[in-house]
Each structure stands twice: as structure tokens, then as C-alpha cells.
């Protein structure tokens, strides 16, 4: 599914790790654009989406199993909780994965991103090397 | 064809290294060059033009809401300044973000007169910035017309 080897970060071996599809939801244009080129910077195939509802009806498509679902939770009219919940509740607990991108420092942040099954949280704005440690590492401990 | 690459390519330096120093961009505009390959030769500009389409839209919303005859709704201004605070962090837009941490206490603490102080302050500043890219756009289009290639520029 990869166009060739992953342009710009040297891990020669341990690229396959990141093969996979993704689905990005973000509310609007700008952020919805450039976490799916930042995704595929480091060798995803992304699915960009812009509400919880386009984010299930491609989860359901048994076509495209996605793996990690990479999830902004400051969005306005729609409750990035919810949608982690919605996921869970029809997809269970291991997969997909679900990383969390927030603005927030704060505690309860964490702790209910905990509560809903995420599987990750990365602090907006998101850095290129950032996305692709917390990728893999999230992923890494999915296959233990 | 050689010297005027040189300096073309020089100029470019100077002038992106300005836009950092002045407070135009910060390291969240480097990550966006990153992000810019072959594969997606015109990324930045891309992505840039977008947040300039935001800025247009959410400071329309902000004026509409604020323009209310009777009590304006304070929590729809800082919607839209909240959603222009996030955009404008994501592309390094640095000083339109630090406007909009401002604005955002503005409207929490329900102060008309700075709301209004920060629209226009917002304004500005976007316009500011899309001038100052253009022309950074620019200087790259006339090294790679000159048989050059855009320089890295390394800020630190």
C-alpha cells in the first residue's frame, strides 16, 4: 500500500510497522489537511475525515481495515469523547487504535481519554516526530 | 545565471529568517516545510492559503456576533477565536496565535471594547502575514525561474 519507502525519516527496517491505514478526523480544513500529509510523511495511507459520523460509516467498511484512528478532541460541535466512545462500543477495545490529539495539559484530559479506550495522546501542534514515536509505540504495544 | 541565483537565494535566507525573528512565523511553520517533498511540491502554499480562507470566514463570524444589536453572545465569538487559535498554531502563524490567547480572555471575561480592539488587531495582522508569504513565495518561484533550487533554511 506504501508508494515507495517513507520520504524523510531514517528507519530503515522498522517502516513496516507503520503500514497501515488511518482515519484522521479534524474538524476543519487546515488541521484536517496537514495531519494527513504529516501521516503520510511518515508512510501511512490516511482516510481524512471531518465528523464522527463519516469517521464510523469508514470504520464499517470491511474493505479497509484500519488500524489507529488518530482522533483531534478540540472540535467545535462535535464531542471527540463521544466518538472514541462510539468506537469502542461498536468496535471493542483493541482495535482500532485510537490516538488522541489535544490542546490540553490538563489531568482530566488524560484521565478520560483513559476512560474512553484511547490508545494515545499527542499535544497539538503536532510535531512530525512526535506523530511518528507515539504511532509506534502505540502500535508496538498493540502486538504484545 | 550563477551570481543571481546566489543571490536570490541569499534574500530568500535573510527574508525568512526576518519572518522568524520578527514574530511572523514560528517552529510550527518549520514542521510545515517538512511536510513539503516531491511528492507534494506546494504543500505550505497549499496549506497556508487554506488558514488565510479561515482567517477571512471565522473573522466574519467573530464581526457578525459582535456586531449584535442587544447582547452579543460572547461564547460564539470565542468559538470562532478558538477554532482561529487552533488553525493558526497548527501552520506557525505566530503572532495571529498570541492575538487570539488575548482575544479568547476578552471574551470570557465578556469585555466588548477589547473584543473589538482584537478583531481589528486579528485583521490586520492575517493581512500582514499573507503580504509577508506572498513575497516569500515569490522569491522562490524567481530562484527556481533562475535555475536554482530553495534553499533549507535553518533558523536555529
Known amino acids: 500500500m506504501l508508494a515507495g519507502k517513507a520520504p524523510g525519516l531514517q528507519h530503515p527496517n522498522s517502516n513496516s510497522i507503520l503500514r497501515g491505514l488511518i482515519i484522521t478526523l479534524a474538524y476543519d480544513d487546515v488541521n484536517r489537511t496537514v495531519t494527513k500529509r504529516l501521516l503520510e510523511k511518515i508512510g501511512c495511507e490516511v482516510t481524512a475525515v471531518s465528523s464522527g459520523f463519516e469517521c464510523l460509516s469508514a470504520l464499517s467498511n470491511v474493505e479497509m481495515p484500519y488500524r489507529v484512528v488518530i482522533l483531534d478532541l478540540q472540535m467545535p460541535e462535535m464531542d471527540g469523547f463521544e466518538v472514541a466512545m462510539k468506537i469502542r462500543k461498536f468496535y471493542g477495545y483493541h482495535w482500532p487504535l485510537i490516538i488522541a490529539l489535544t490542546a490540553s495539559t490538563e489531568d482530566h484530559v488524560r484521565e478520560r481519554c483513559l476512560q474512553m479506550g484511547v490508545n494515545g495522546m499527542i499535544q497539538k501542534p503536532v510535531l512530525l516526530h512526535v506523530m511518528d514515536s507515539e504511532l509506534r509505540r502505540a502500535l508496538q504495544s498493540a502486538s504484545e | ?156
Open chain 2, 1 to 156: 545565471m550563477d551570481a543571481l541565483v546566489a543571490q536570490l537565494q541569499m534574500q530568500y535566507r535573510n527574508y525568512t529568517v526576518s519572518l522568524y525573528q520578527q514574530g511572523f512565523l514560528d517552529d510550527q511553520f518549520t514542521e510545515l516545510k517538512k511536510l513539503q517533498d516531491d511528492a507534494s511540491p506546494d504543500f505550505v502554499a497549499e496549506v497556508l492559503s487554506l488558514f488565510f480562507e479561515d482567517c477571512v470566514k471565522l473573522i466574519g463570524n467573530m464581526a457578525r456576533a459582535l456586531d449584535q444589536t442587544g447582547t452579543v453572545d460572547f461564547s460564539q465569538v470565542g468559538a470562532s477565536v478558538h477554532q482561529l487559535k487552533g488553525s493558526s498554531s497548527s501552520v506557525g502563524a505566530k503572532r495571529v496565535k498570541g492575538l487570539c490567547i488575548t482575544f479568547k480572555e476578552y471574551c470570557e471575561a465578556n469585555n466588548y471594547e477589547g473584543c473589538v480592539r482584537c478583531l481589528q488587531q486579528v485583521d490586520i495582522e492575517f493581512k500582514a502575514l499573507q503580504t509577508k508569504l506572498q513575497d516569500m513565495f515569490n522569491l522562490e518561484k524567481q530562484i527556481i525561474q533562475a535555475g536554482g533550487k530553495v534553499p533549507q533554511v535553518d533558523i536555529n
